[in-house]
């Protein structure tokens, strides 16, 4: 909850901008369903209790896929094309923990959209030079 508090006041100064009511996208890839429907609950419960802003977020998110191309290509086709603000990604689910949220971080930068992780903590997303957004 505390992540989506801080993806909605990253886009909360997309709202001050101007004074018509903004809709802001935020994508998540999760490792479960069960997630994605945690995911969309919190978003609608914070569009309850800041409806008042003008903006209104909308919930769009994807599990993780069991290889980096299809993870990369559910990225383009599911989120960026919903036209995203900013993506948070969780750690894969027990059997697919090798996998990383590299190719989610690529993909995202490549179009400069931020990604906020939840539990990674490798080092190479401290590289800015390879890995801009995360």
């Not at 069960?34 to 994807?62: C, D, M, P, Y």
Request: proline share 6%; charged share 15%.
């Amino acid at each position: 909850m505390r992540l989506l508090l801080l993806a909605l006041l990253f886009s909360s100064s997309f709202a001050r901008a101007g004074c018509d009511p903004k809709i802001v996208n935020i994508g998540a890839v999760l490792s479960t369903k069960k997630h994605e429907q945690i995911f969309r609950e919190a978003v609608n419960q914070a569009n309850k209790r800041h409806g008042t802003w003008k903006l209104q977020l909308n919930a769009t998110s994807v599990t993780h896929k069991p290889n980096a191309i299809q993870m990369a290509l559910s990225v383009c086709e599911d989120l960026i094309s919903s036209q995203v603000y900013a993506i948070l990604v969780s750690h894969p689910p027990a059997p697919n923990d090798h996998l990383t949220p590299t190719p989610v971080s690529y993909t995202a930068g490549f179009y400069r959209i931020p990604v906020i992780g939840l539990t990674t903590r490798m080092s190479i997303y401290s590289d800015k030079v390879t890995d801009a957004c995360f």
